[in-house]
């Protein structure tokens, strides 16, 4: 089946493909809201009704929380799974949106034309490239080229929290040779990028504990064992000068990066002055001798996100506080055991305590980072097709967040997943007056088109 009438057909049906995904976003299917159930169960049924106009059998499955949306077409093999998510984020404040977030407009911009509205670019706007590009093929050959299940989540924006057990219940059902995600972006906006490597997320929150009061320190200052100096001595030790973490074993199933990706992320030539200039930065933090991204993509990290203790209001109280807090995250990379990591850190931090300290944990999440096999065929032929399509070389990335749903795949239905998306750096999501450019909806659909048909030549 030959695919440049594909793309043809994507060309003169964009208008309409636009009007489609318009109408999809008029839906406030606001996840995390139980105001907005009821618009989730109308996001879903109008997904099953634009499946089954492409003569896809599709359904809205009800879980505890929103439905899912499942559709099967049959055909020759590969077998691919597609994952979106039509839930969104909630829109407040509202008042720094320039429009009405579920009356979504194509604006016209310096930089092109635009689709302005509350998931426009997460993740309906990304979700229906695929189906787009199904669409299209369909069209055009009387048939998808392959057999696909389609799989639509409601609750991506509100942790998941039914994903797993229904993938468990349906594995049968779900299962395929390899799963594609569209959730992620291009590399710095311009470049296609399949994401290989996500890394994984361990939180702590610490509580020391010294004087059971809160003391005077003019009547107890100097004598008295204080929690925030002992707190931050400790966590003061976390890195040390070349920024390398303390914590012992912590490095225990770190990978080193092979040289074919340090390649070709060298190749992607990241402007990471940019990158901190944007936030008022301008020198690399992290370990000593990795580049900027190794340091967001393929090394573990450990950070302070907050602390606190004493006094901390306005105008000054000489308080000489009984208690100290923290929380403190990691970033996991390769096989690092997030529950040996979690044990280590508290043995760690129990061990420096001196006389008179007590120490409480709290935990909070803990998921092992997860690294995409490539050596499936899909993956090159889908880098090779995205190079085309963008005109420039693909990569394979990494990518410094938490996308569980990849590591789900592989857990519960034992197959990878390739993420692919076509959302840029300023897009906005979760923010007021979150867009998604025209340009990255007919290409993210032309991309797919391509996708479909280098996979199952
Ligand atoms: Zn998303």
Same mark, same amino acid.
């Given at each position: 089946m030959s695919l440049d009438p594909v793309l043809s057909r994507i060309d003169s049906e964009l208008p309409q493909a636009t009007g489609r995904l318009l109408e999809l976003l008029r839906i406030p299917s606001i996840s995390t809201d139980p105001a907005y159930k009821g618009k989730c169960q109308t996001a879903a049924d109008w997904l099953v009704a634009d499946l089954a106009s492409i003569g896809i059998e599709a359904s809205k499955r009800q879980t505890p929380g929103h439905p899912m949306v499942v559709g099967h077409v049959d055909g020759p093999g590969p077998h691919l799974l597609f994952y979106g998510h039509y839930d969104v984020q909630p829109v407040d404040?509202?008042?720094?949106?320039?429009?009405?977030?579920?009356?979504?407009?194509?604006?016209?911009?310096?930089?092109?034309?635009?689709?302005?509205?509350?998931?426009?670019?997460?993740?309906?706007?990304?979700?229906?490239?695929?189906?787009?590009?199904?669409?299209?093929?369909?069209?055009?050959?009387?048939?998808?080229?392959?057999?696909?299940?389609?799989?639509?989540?409601?609750?991506?924006?509100?942790?998941?929290?039914?994903?797993?057990?229904?993938?468990?219940?349906?594995?049968?059902?779900?299962?395929?040779?390899?799963?594609?995600?569209?959730?992620?972006g291009l590399f710095q906006s311009r470049t296609p990028a399949i994401i290989t490597m996500l890394r994984g997320?361990?939180?702590?929150?610490? #509580?020391?504990? *010294?004087?059971?009061?809160? %003391?005077? /320190?003019?009547?107890?200052?100097? =004598?008295?064992?204080?929690? +925030?100096?002992?707190?931050?001595?400790?966590?003061?030790?976390?890195?040390?000068?070349?920024?390398?973490?303390?914590?012992?074993?912590?490095?225990?199933?770190?990978?080193?990066?092979?040289?074919?990706?340090?390649e070709q992320w060298s190749a992607l030539d990241f402007d990471w002055q940019r990158f901190l200039g944007d936030v008022g930065l301008s020198v690399p933090a992290g370990e000593a001798g990795r580049t900027p991204l190794e340091m967001i993509w393929s090394r573990p990290t450990a950070e302070i996100n907050g602390?606190?203790?004493?006094? #901390?209001?306005? *105008?000054?109280?000489?308080? %000489?506080? /009984?208690?100290?807090?923290?929380? =403190?995250?990691?970033?996991? +990379?390769?096989?690092?055991?997030?529950?040996?990591?979690?044990?280590?850190?508290?043995?760690?931090?129990?061990?420096?305590?001196?006389?008179?300290?007590?120490?409480?944990?709290?935990?909070?999440?803990?998921?092992?980072?997860?690294?995409?096999?490539?050596?499936?065929?899909?993956?090159?032929?889908?880098?090779?097709?995205?190079?085309?399509?963008?005109?420039?070389?693909?990569?394979?990335?990494?990518?410094?967040?938490?996308?569980?749903?990849?590591g789900y795949f592989k857990t519960y239905l034992d197959m990878d997943a390739m993420l692919v998306g076509w959302a840029k750096d300023d897009d906005q999501i979760h923010s007021p007056n979150e867009k998604y450019d025209l340009e990255s909806f007919h290409k993210g659909i032309r991309s797919w088109a391509r996708i479909l048909d280098a996979v199952t030549k």
């Open positions: 404040p509202l008042e720094l949106w320039d429009n009405d977030p579920f009356d979504p407009q194509i604006e016209e911009t310096p930089a092109g034309k635009v689709i302005r509205g509350r998931g426009s670019s997460d993740d309906k706007g990304q979700l229906m490239t695929f189906v787009e590009a199904c669409r299209a093929w369909k069209a055009v050959h009387g048939a998808l080229p392959c057999r696909i299940t389609f799989f639509f989540e409601g609750e991506e924006e509100s942790g998941s929290p039914s994903l797993v057990p229904f993938m468990k219940e349906n594995a049968e059902e779900l299962k395929a040779d390899i799963a594609l995600i569209c959730d992620t997320l361990l939180g702590e929150q610490i #509580t020391i504990t *010294g004087p059971d009061k809160d %003391l005077h /320190s003019g009547m107890y200052g100097g =004598v008295a064992r204080n929690p +925030v100096r002992v707190l931050t001595r400790i966590l003061g030790g976390l890195h040390d000068d070349s920024g390398v973490v303390q914590v012992p074993g912590f490095y225990d199933g770190v990978p080193d990066l092979p040289a074919d990706i340090a602390i606190w203790g004493g006094y #901390t209001g306005d *105008g000054f109280k000489t308080v %000489l506080p /009984s208690r100290a807090s923290a929380k =403190v995250s990691f970033r996991l +990379v390769g096989q690092q055991d997030p529950h040996a990591l979690r044990d280590s850190f508290r043995a760690w931090v129990t061990a420096q305590l001196p006389e008179d300290c007590t120490v409480d944990f709290h935990a909070h999440g803990a998921s092992p980072a997860s690294e995409m096999s490539t050596t499936h065929p899909a993956f090159e032929a889908a880098r090779v097709a995205l190079s085309e399509e963008w005109d420039t070389d693909a990569a394979y990335a990494g990518c410094g967040g938490s996308i569980p749903i990849a």
